[in-house]
Antibody
Framework: EVQLVESGGGLVQPGRSLRLSCAASGFTFDAYAMHWVRQAPGKGLEWVSGISWKSSHIGYADSVKGRFTISRDNAKNSLYLQMNSLRAEDTALYYC?????????????WGQGTLVTVSS | QSVLTQPPSVSGAPGQRVTISCTGSSSNIGAGYDVYWYQQLPGTAPKLLISVNSNRPSGVPDRFSGSKSGTSASLAITGLQTEDEADYYC???????????FGGGTKLTVL
């Protein structure tokens, strides 16, 4: 059974940093691309970033480009999102998500999410 | 404003058929990129509903079907049930943005 467990969310002041982690199990982690997708309270889904199986292909939404960095450690079956210069508009539930392809294309499994609140 | 446009809401009575549209452009759906559909029940994480335009993952009832034509795609739900009440999102890839893109979501109400 595919399991994606996010951690690292919390309350953070504007301008500060936070690092999200996602522990993956139940599938061959290094054979698939991975994503971070967020959902602001009461809003729709917003793709944040995706990373290919060997980290050679990485993409970001314009809204986070230059501030967020996605990475993965295939030896640890883990996905990360380093979030710097956080803004109030980054407040959202952040989902770790598994792709069914080698490069960022779609999502076939979702975690339960970790909540990030940016507020002073 | 989302690159993929969906109606904010649709509704139907139990047993009826509804469709949800997803309109893109020549840099995403029209460029041949596949469309995926997700269902998000209240208070839960999204779930893959339709893969590669029209394929249903294992466990998804055949009441759900997807199609794609030109720069648009559609999700059809037949024999509406109360448990179908959820938010539905389409998703594709955009070559101009070099990013995965989601529609704004459609809230389905079963009257």
């Amino acid at each position: 059974e595919v399991q994606l467990v996010e951690s690292g969310g919390g309350l953070v002041q504007p301008g500060r940093s936070l690092r999200l982690s996602c522990a993956a199990s139940g599938f061959t982690f290094d054979a698939y691309a991975m994503h971070w997708v967020r959902q602001a309270p009461g809003k729709g889904l917003e793709w944040v970033s995706g990373i290919s199986w060997k980290s050679s292909h990485i993409g970001y939404a314009d809204s986070v480009k230059g501030r967020f960095t996605i990475s993965r450690d295939n030896a640890k079956n883990s996905l990360y999102l380093q979030m710097n210069s956080l803004r109030a508009e980054d407040t959202a539930l952040y989902y770790c998500a598994k792709d069914n392809y080698l490069t960022p294309t779609m999502v076939d499994y979702w975690g339960q999410g970790t909540l990030v609140t940016v507020s002073s | 404003q989302s690159v993929l446009t969906q109606p904010p809401s649709v509704s139907g009575a139990p047993g009826q058929r509804v469709t949800i549209s997803c309109t893109g452009s020549s840099s995403n759906i029209g460029a041949g990129y596949d469309v995926y559909w997700y269902q998000q029940l209240p208070g839960t994480a999204p779930k893959l509903l339709i893969s590669v335009n029209s394929n249903r993952p294992s466990g998804v009832p055949d009441r759900f079907s997807g199609s794609k034509s030109g720069t648009s795609a559609s999700l059809a739900i037949t024999g509406l049930q109360t448990e179908d009440e959820a938010d539905y999102y389409c998703q594709s890839y955009d070559s101009s943005l070099s990013s995965v893109i989601f529609g704004g979501g459609t809230k389905l109400t079963v009257l």
